[in-house]
């Protein structure tokens, strides 16, 4: 019976490459891509457990929440006089980055950030385009500090080569890269150094086609699991700690 079915599938799916489908119907290709993950979003949040730190409802975005969400990981987690490797994916300029090298205050505690400080390098949604966000590199007041500038795909790979002990850090990756191309290639970069305990800090996490999705896929591909611990804006920033 199964073979009755699934015989004439390949025939199929190439008269429909011959056919040439996506001239007629290309135009649909990015809303019906949108729609599914915003679906696959709307689910995921659907089976998120209601005692998590969560702020309510609001309509309106507020930024400044992030630094509660921040604030709760740090004391449930024990990490303002913990030694941390500390690695940010988006750093602009550098609001973040020095808000997490104040707040630690471990000597021993490394800060490693990441930027193009370029702009962005490909579009962001509707409204972002390509090389906007420019940003100079922030002063850095902390010798515990350091900024790679750069694509991620030119500055990571080197950086974790020669960062061999990374792995046996306990380490705080915030990820505010905004695209998916770059939330998916630096989490397929940092997997083999994760650890049971790290957190993952995601900063627009409830795009659908950018930072949810590198997430999903991210998870699903590695068999990664990783459990949210905190979210503010409606899942906008969201915490997640590798268990």
């Given at each position: ?78 990490l303002r ?15 973040s980055f ?69 792995k046996n ?75």
């Open positions: 019976m199964k073979e009755l079915i699934f015989k004439p599938i390949p025939t199929i799916k190439n008269i429909l490459l011959l056919l040439r489908l996506h001239v007629l119907l290309g135009f649909l290709i990015r809303p019906l891509s949108f729609l599914s993950n915003f679906l696959a979003l709307s689910r995921w949040a659907a089976k998120q457990p209601k005692n998590i730190y969560k702020d309510s409802f609001s309509l309106v975005r507020n930024y400044e929440r992030r630094y509660d969400l921040y604030r709760h990981v740090i004391e449930q987690e024990n006089d913990s030694e941390i490797t500390y690695i940010e994916l988006g750093v602009c300029w550098g609001v020095k808000w997490w090298m104040q707040n630690n205050e471990n000597v021993n505690s490394r800060f490693y950030g990441f930027d193009t400080f370029e702009g962005l390098p490909e579009d962001w949604g509707l409204f972002y385009k390509s090389g906007e966000m420019v940003s100079s590199l922030p002063e850095l007041n902390d010798s515990r500090g350091k900024l790679f500038k750069g694509l991620f795909q030119d500055t990571l790979p080197p950086f974790v080569s020669e960062n061999t002990d990374l850090k306990r380490k705080v990756i915030h990820l505010d890269a905004d695209l998916f191309s770059s939330t998916i290639f630096s989490l397929a970069v940092l997997y083999p150094y994760l650890q049971k305990g790290d957190i993952i800090f995601f900063d627009e996490f409830n795009v659908p086609d950018h930072e949810f999705l590198a997430y999903k896929i991210f998870t699903e591909s590695f068999y990664v699991n990783l459990t949210l611990i905190g979210a503010v804006n409606n899942y906008y920033h969201s915490a997640f700690k590798v268990s």
